[in-house]
């Protein structure tokens, strides 16, 4: 089965600094990583996937996210924090076929961006 | 291109009572997912439909139930409600093909409040 796990519940980061996310994930196969981001009383937005083409991936927002087998990491970054960024922040995995298709999500990370 | 709605936003029931909730997916769209969401247990998979049938299901008790009409609508339907299943149901919608990255777009979710 698969798993995520994002090292951080609650991350907090200067207006203008640099944004980093961690997600590490567990998979008997190749999968697919997703980031999702969510803000109060909304559902979830996709910044970006990996599905196996190239292993930086760019996404909305100015974030990307790079996908490295040998640590089995997919982190987020973004060079600089924006207050609008402020939000909590979902690494999800999936794998290409059969019943393990739906999202398995991380426990998430609240992102807090101080002025 | 109209989003994936949700109704109702909120709600509020007592426990004992059962509660229905409803989706409406992207046009063209063929498999709906549902997913529970509480501080406590995160996002977890509750089931998938596809052309009108049940394609997997996460491990919930069988008081939770989905269906699928013709047009791709969904509802899901808890029974007996507990105090517990207070959380955010979130929708999600997505091409369904059988293998690669079906990217879910979700809805903002019914809040569903059991007292």
């Known amino acids: 089965a698969q798993s995520v796990t994002q090292l951080g519940s609650h991350v907090s980061v200067s207006e203008g600094a640099l944004v980093l996310l961690r997600c590490n994930y567990s998979?008997?196969?190749?999968?697919?990583l997703f980031w999702y981001v969510q803000y109060p009383n909304q559902g979830l937005q996709l910044l970006l996937k990996y599905t196996s083409a190239a292993t930086l991936v760019k996404g909305i927002n100015g974030f990307e996210a790079e996908f490295k087998k040998s640590e089995t990491s997919f982190h987020l970054t973004k060079p600089s924090a924006h207050m609008s960024d402020a939000a909590e922040y979902f690494c999800a995995v999936s794998l290409p076929s059969g019943s393990a298709r739906q999202l398995t999500f991380g426990s998430g990370t609240q992102l807090t961006v101080l002025p | 291109k109209a989003g994936v709605t949700q109704t109702p936003r909120y709600l509020i029931k007592t426990r004992g009572q059962q509660v229905t909730l409803s989706c409406s997916p992207i046009s063209g769209h063929r498999s709906v997912s549902w997913y529970q969401q509480t501080p406590g247990q995160g996002l977890q998979f509750l089931f998938e439909?596809?052309?009108?049938?049940?394609?997997n299901k996460g491990n919930f008790p069988g008081r939770f139930s989905g269906r699928q009409f013709s047009n791709s609508r969904s509802e899901m339907n808890v029974s007996t409600l507990e105090l517990g299943d207070s959380a955010l149901y979130l929708c999600?919608?997505?091409?369904?093909?059988?293998?690669?990255?079906?990217?879910?777009?979700f809805g903002a979710g019914s809040r569903l409040t059991v007292l």
């Open positions: 999600a919608s997505s091409p369904g093909h059988p293998s690669g990255a079906n990217v879910l777009t």
């Open positions: 998979s008997s196969v190749p999968p697919y």
């Open positions: 439909y596809f052309s009108e049938t049940q394609r």
